[in-house]
């Protein structure tokens, strides 16, 4: 028998270990005397194993992929993870993005999609009926064909608010959509809900749109990173849209912010206790994917790990990009199409005003154009998207990361905002490896 060169130790402080394998997974907590044995040991004869630690944990750990008999096989089993995963000739596309407005009242000083996107210099600023009808078709046909039944329709932006009267024509289309091909399409819509109104908020109440929102932080840490137009602070007009939602009796169970060195020492637990005195279940916090965060990243790993420890103690959920890879890894790669994000996995299109579609709408790869749709998963740009999710085409530093085959790379953006530099490559690999290994700590702790 062998070690398998992707086992991975994380030392506890009670004579244990947690292992597990950085492409397969399976994390379990063995103790001490047992990780000696597997760091010193590159090969030896499984009955030896088994008479000094039991057929119960030979068959533990060859069940986790830790022992295996050749590096050969492994590495094959490896390499059918993505043929299994992406197939050719068939769609894995689930979920549509309208980019309803390349416009935004915001001027956050950390935008996603106007630092890193082409999107800012399009001379098309607003969806069209047309192109987004067209596109919805186009999408509805795609899945019927590939024999879909879950649909996920997503309005975003810019801010796609700006585009309100669209986004209400396209309401009863969908409706009728659904009606004639005896479907149900999940809708969502992404705002910062500066512009929401009563009459908007019952428009998506009674349609069934599920709000997700942005807030960064109280206050003081919101007004130093989300600025208006005047470069006023906007905590006030994110906090109407709330109310607005709560009179109607329909309050959100979460919301997102993102984490920047300006106002990182203003996201505390407060925001926490805020979140819970209005019964919220889940807070999304997000280090800035693309400008670099000058704090260093300990003190970010710190302050996440604290607020998240928190939170979980008043029943709130935390998550982020940073708790991806761990939660990836409680999932069987062999069963589940593990990946970064739904844009990196090949799920999801999004759709600009132009009518050019990229997998991600603050993406600058282009996969092609919405009358494209129904055949764009059979495209060149498409397939070298999941191509370059093959691990075996990953560089040698990924290979030889302990959450190599849950990370996936990380984030496409971040990848495409910092080709000339890897300052901000290195910083989000340290905090997704440093979170993962922390959230593992909490999770044996608790």
């Known amino acids: 028998m062998l070690v398998s060169k992707y086992t991975q130790y994380l030392s506890l402080n009670d004579d244990s270990t947690v292992i597990w394998h950085s492409v397969f997974g399976c994390a379990m907590q063995i103790p001490d005397r047992l990780t000696c044995y597997l760091k010193d040991s590159h090969s030896f004869n499984d009955y030896d194993f088994i008479e000094v630690f039991g057929e119960g944990a030979f068959e533990a750990l060859v069940d986790a992929r830790i022992l295996i008999y050749s590096a050969e096989q492994e590495q094959a089993d490896i390499d059918t993870l993505f043929t299994k995963h992406n197939p050719r000739n068939k769609s894995k596309i689930k979920y549509l993005s309208l980019i309803m407005s390349e416009e935004c009242p915001f001027r956050c000083v950390y935008c996603i999609h106007f630092a890193n996107s082409k999107h800012y210099y399009n001379k098309e600023k607003m969806m069209t009926f047309e192109i987004a009808k067209a596109s919805i078709d186009s999408y509805i046909k795609l899945m019927l064909e ?76 919101n007004d130093k990173v989300r600025l208006s137009k005047n470069l006023s602070g906007t905590y006030d007009s994110i906090i109407r849209g709330f109310d607005i939602l709560r009179e109607l009796g329909h309050p959100l169970d979460g919301f997102a912010m993102t984490v920047t060195e300006a106002n990182l020492f203003d996201v505390d637990t407060e925001i926490i206790d805020w979140a819970s005195t209005l019964g919220m279940k889940e807070v999304r916090i997000d280090v800035d994917v693309v400008g670099i965060v000058k704090s260093p990243m300990d003190e970010v790993i710190e302050r996440l790990t604290r607020i998240r420890k928190y939170a979980k103690e008043k029943g709130i959920s935390v998550i982020g990009f940073w708790s991806r890879p761990a939660e990836n890894l409680g999932l069987n790669p062999e069963e589940e199409d593990i990946g970064f994000c739904g844009g990196e996995r090949g799920n999801s299109l999004c759709v600009a005003p132009s009518g050019q579609v990229f997998p991600c709408g603050y993406s600058n790869y282009q996969l092609g154009n919405y009358i494209d749709i129904p055949t764009i998963y059979n495209n060149d740009a498409y397939l070298n998207l999941l191509a370059n999710r093959d691990l075996k085409n990953q560089p040698e530093k990924c290979q030889e990361c302990p959450i190599f085959g849950f990370c996936r790379g990380g984030c496409l953006i971040t990848k495409e905002a910092n080709q000339k530099s890897t300052e901000k490559q290195t910083a989000m690999c340290k905090l997704y490896i440093e979170m993962t290994e922390a959230i593992i700590r909490q999770q044996v702790m608790m």
């Open 146 to 221: 590939n024999g879909e039944t879950d649909f996920y329709l997503n309005f975003g932006g810019g801010e796609p608010l700006l585009n309100y009267p669209v986004i209400a024509e396209l309401l009863p289309y969908i409706k009728e959509c659904e009606d004639r091909h005896d479907i149900k399409i999940k809708l969502g819509i992404n705002t910062n809900l500066s512009l929401l109104n009563k009459e908007m908020a019952e428009t998506f109440i009674k349609n069934n749109v599920e709000i997700a929102a942005s807030l960064d932080g109280t206050k003081t840490g």
